[in-house]
Nanobody, 124 residues
Framework: QVQLVESGGGLVQAGGSLRLSCAAS????????MGWFRQAPGKEREFVAA????????HYADSVKGRFSISRDNIRKIMALQMNSLKPEDTAVYYC?????????????????WGQGTQVTVSS
């Protein structure tokens, strides 16, 4: 069973940048779509970005398009989320999850095997 560990969160001022990482172990990583989600206090977990198994196709929530970039390294079994031009509304706990085999279908419910999350706080 795959285990996912997120890292890289922290406190940053609005307009700043952070790079999150998700390290996988104990299971299959390379053949699956992977994704980032976030959950702000009092809100439901929401989709942020996804990447297909080979990294050639990516998907983003409208709220982060043009600011965030998702990538993966199947040899090192790591997925990353580069976050630029951060806004206070990006404040949340960020989670990585494993999707289905191959490509993201557009259905966030296909993701599971969540990590413990990493806190991102953007101050105004």
């Amino acid at each position: 069973q795959v285990q996912l560990v997120e890292s890289g969160g922290g406190l940053v001022q609005a307009g700043g940048s952070l790079r999150l990482s998700c390290a996988a172990s104990g299971g299959t990583f390379s053949g699956y779509a992977m994704g980032w989600f976030r959950q702000a206090p009092g809100k439901e977990r929401e989709f942020v970005a996804a990447i297909n198994w080979n990294g050639y196709s990516t998907h983003y929530a409208d709220s982060v398009k043009g600011r965030f970039s998702i990538s993966r390294d199947n040899i090192r079994k790591i997925m990353a989320l580069q976050m630029n031009s951060l806004k206070p509304e990006d404040t949340a706990v960020y989670y990585c999850g494993r999707g289905r085999i191959g490509s993201y279908s557009g259905d966030p419910s296909e993701f599971g095997y969540w990590g413990q999350g990493t806190q991102v706080t953007v101050s105004s």
